[in-house]
């Protein structure tokens, strides 16, 4: 595709339900990244993608976050139970490869309200 | 992981006027990133500099890098309106954030 996209681009639900957001990478970017916004924050970092393996995942705030990568390419990012304190933009971003701090390209965003 | 900083967290020119921003840092880095976000945006990947350069040029943008004092600067000369945006570097492998600067430039 032309660039990184995501969906949905909102997503309101009520708490404690589950949620699942997904990302398409640009075709061929190996590393993956999930991020999340609060406002007037910078983007906090969730989890990173190696091709299928997450690499790093130690910014995932706590066991009802969760995300996959199965094939290489698209990832869902699954947050179970959600609380009010979830809501928030979620970014995905694509970069070629992990190695040495390429240049990551992001997708609009998914901002996620929950009541 | 480390993070950059940036400041100041925000700043207001006039059109025309140039814009410094900074970045600090904690550890030793390999490289470091600079990225703009406009309003309810993704980021956009502006320029990366590494830790064996001191100075970088795209277009309008100046980046430097001072290792020893762990800093670097973003300048963005003769700014125009639609360069408005938060800006924030990253450190390493790019994916630590700062809280960035949130630039305005009046027309």
């Known amino acids: 595709g032309a660039g990184v996209s995501q969906t949905p681009s909102n997503k309101v639900t009520e708490k404690g339900k589950y949620v699942e957001l997904r990302c398409d990478p640009i075709?061929?970017?190996?590393?993956l990244y999930w991020y999340r916004q609060s406002l007037g924050q910078g983007p906090e970092f969730l989890i990173y993608?190696?091709?299928?393996?997450?690499?790093?995942d130690s910014g995932l705030p706590n066991d009802r976050f969760f995300a996959v990568r199965p094939e290489g390419s698209v990832s869902t990012l699954k947050i179970q139970r959600t609380e009010r304190g979830d809501s928030a933009v979620y970014l995905c971003?694509?970069?070629?490869?992990?190695?040495?701090?390429?240049?990551?390209?992001f997708g609009p965003g998914t901002r996620l309200t929950v009541l | 992981s480390q993070q950059g900083e940036e400041d100041p967290q925000a700043l207001s020119i006039q059109e025309g006027e140039n814009a410094t921003m900074n970045c600090s840092y904690k550890?030793?880095?390999?490289?470091l990133q600079w990225y703009r976000q406009n309003s309810g945006r993704g980021l956009v990947h502006l320029i990366l500099?590494?830790?064996?350069?001191r100075e970088k040029h795209s277009g309008r943008l100046r980046v430097t890098l001072d290792t020893s004092k762990k800093s670097s600067s973003l300048l963005i000369t003769a700014s125009r309106a639609a360069d408005t945006a938060s800006y924030f570097c990253?450190?390493?492998?790019?994916?630590?954030f700062g809280t960035g600067t949130s630039l305005t430039v009046i027309p």
């Open positions: 971003a694509s970069s070629l490869n992990g190695v040495g701090g390429n240049e990551q390209f």
């Open positions: 075709s061929g970017h190996t590393a």
């Open positions: 993608f190696q091709g299928t393996g997450a690499a790093d």
């Open positions: 550890t030793s880095i390999n490289n």
């Open positions: 500099i590494r830790s064996n350069e």
């Open positions: 990253a450190t390493d492998l790019g994916y630590n």
